[in-house]
């Protein structure tokens, strides 16, 4: 303890406050100390030691709470038997604690900023590729071109179902993007082969001045497994074609055989109808009319 009795003043029942400087009356220079602190300091400590500062009690610095004490002033405090070991481990047992769900909380905070930054970033592409799709609309509005408003209208209304859709996640906050990483995600293979076949109803000579859909993409297809789904059209079409000549060769061997079969066949000696043209002719019917 740093006490000292202050400077007693000439004629006055005060002290000079060493730091300040003032002349106060003794009774704002005593502080009580604790039972404990009064033992450590070799009392009896039966009942509250009393002692006098240098400092008056404004200027007196102001007890920290126990829980603000680093550890090590608390372990000091311990061993001079101010303080009960079992405060000690108390108070270090709560901060540990509190520390550990300040920490959870930063955590969660964290995560929910990951989240809702994860969404909005997805819900800004979808947004940045209407804008772009409203402008080809708008063009084609005026060229009244039906194959790009096909392809316009449809394509809109599948980019403000998917931004309906992530701010609809945004708002949920137990939905974290996980596997979803791209917009382009919520939509099947089959929904952007739809939207490919309008795509690709539109001339070549107007496609080629039109930024093709991000959805639509190749890359975008090569990704998602659209492509497969090409090698998969090409290879039907090949074993179509394959069946078509397989029919046309069986249809030749047939034509083949039909002749040959023919060319084989014994001249037959021609009925004898001629009994029946006869009368035929008599009653003025063309026998060999169909
Ligand atoms: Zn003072």
Not at 120 to 127: Q, T
Not at 148 to 154: C, E, F, G, N, V
Not at 159 to 170: D, G, T
């Amino acid at each position: 303890m740093q006490d000292c009795v202050t400077k007693p003043v000439d004629g006055l029942d005060g002290g000079l406050c060493s730091k300040c400087g003032a002349i106060k009356p003794l009774a704002e220079f005593k502080r009580k100390l604790s039972l404990l602190q009064s033992r450590a300091m070799g009392y009896a400590g039966n009942y509250p030691l009393e002692v006098v500062s240098k400092y008056c009690k404004a200027c007196q610095p102001a007890s920290k709470p126990l829980r603000a004490l680093p550890k090590r002033q608390l372990a000091e405090m311990v061993s001079q038997g101010v303080l009960p070991q079992l405060v000690m481990d108390n108070v270090l047992s709560v901060r540990g604690r509190d520390a550990k769900s300040k920490q959870r909380e930063a955590a969660l905070m964290r995560h929910e900023q990951d989240r809702r930054a994860a969404w909005s970033g997805m819900i800004k592409e979808v947004n940045a590729e209407l804008k772009v799709v409203i402008q080809q609309a708008k063009f084609a509005g005026y060229a009244n071109d039906k194959f790009r408003l096909a392809y316009t209208d449809l394509y809109k209304s599948m980019l403000v179902s998917a931004r309906e859709q992530l701010k609809f996640k945004l708002t949920m906050t137990d939905d974290k993007p996980g596997l979803l990483q791209d917009w382009r995600q919520l939509f099947s293979v089959e929904e952007i082969r739809g939207l490919l076949a309008v795509w690709r109803d539109i001339p070549s000579r107007t496609k080629a001045k039109m930024r093709i859909g991000h959805l639509i993409n190749a890359e975008w297809r090569a990704h998602c497994g659209a492509t497969n789904m090409t090698e998969a059209v090409l290879a039907g079409r090949q074993a179509q074609r394959m069946r078509m000549e397989h029919m046309e060769k069986l249809r030749l061997a047939a034509k083949e055989r039909a002749e040959r079969a023919e060319a084989e066949r014994p001249p037959e000696e021609p009925a004898d109808t001629s009994a029946v043209d006869d009368l035929l002719s008599e009653l003025g019917i063309n026998p060999n009319k169909e």
